[in-house]
């Protein structure tokens, strides 16, 4: 059964950092482009990121770019996003997601909250 | 980036009704390799998305067969047949053929 675990986030001041991270099971992550997709309170879906198979391409969304760093450890099959500089906008629920065309899998989210 | 368009944003249904849900794409969604990325996603409260159909008009394993996806260019469409309790939420189109993948603004369905 194909499990995505997020954690990592919380509660962090405006300009602050945090470190999501994504634990990923029943399925050979090593062979799948991944993803992060956000949600703010309330509000719709935005992708984030993506990193290819091998960690060797890695793609942003513009508001995140310069800021945020996506990057994988295949050997522990897991996924992650630093969010530098953060903003009260970057509040929103943080998904992982297998794959990027049409990602079947989602794992629960982790709410990262920018407030003073 | 690619903008899709939802419609409604808000939809009452009656249960055992059918629903429709449009999606139009600012551009076309034909990749190279023939392929048109489009998705619908259901998604609950306080619940990840949960992929419905997947490239127009394929269901996934598990999805009961009164969804349907269908397109007409760039319109792209998910049906339901006979809209059941447990299909209220709120439905996201969803491109994947150009970066960034791009989500429709959702349409919030609900029993009358």
Partial sequence: ???????????????????????????????????????APGKGLEWVAKIKEDGSEK??????????????DNGKNSLYLQMNSLRAEDTAVYYCA?????????????LVTVSS | DIVMTQSPLSLPVTLGQPASISCRSSQSLVETDGNTY??????????????L????????????????????????????????AEDVGVYYCMQGTRW??????GTKVEIK
């Fill in chain 2, 100 to 105: 960034p993948p791009t989500f429709g603004q």
């Fill in chain 2, 53 to 84: 159909i997947y490239k127009v008009s394929n269901r996934d394993s598990g999805v009961p067969d009164r969804f349907s996806g269908s397109a007409s260019g760039n319109e792209f469409t998910l049906k339901i047949s006979r809209v059941e």
């Fill in chain 1, 59 to 72: 793609y942003y969304v513009d508001s995140v770019t310069g800021r945020f760093t996506v990057s994988r």
């Fill in chain 2, 38 to 51: 489009l998705n619908w996603f259901h998604q609950r409260p306080g619940q990840s998305p949960r992929r």
């Fill in chain 1, 1 to 39: 059964e194909v499990q995505l675990v997020e954690s990592g986030g919380g509660l962090v001041q405006p300009g602050g950092s945090l470190r999501l991270s994504c634990a990923a099971s029943g399925f050979t992550f090593s062979t799948y482009w991944m993803s992060w997709v956000r949600q």
């Fill in chain 1, 98 to 110: 297998r794959e990027v065309r049409s990602p079947k899998y989602w794992g629960q989210g982790t």
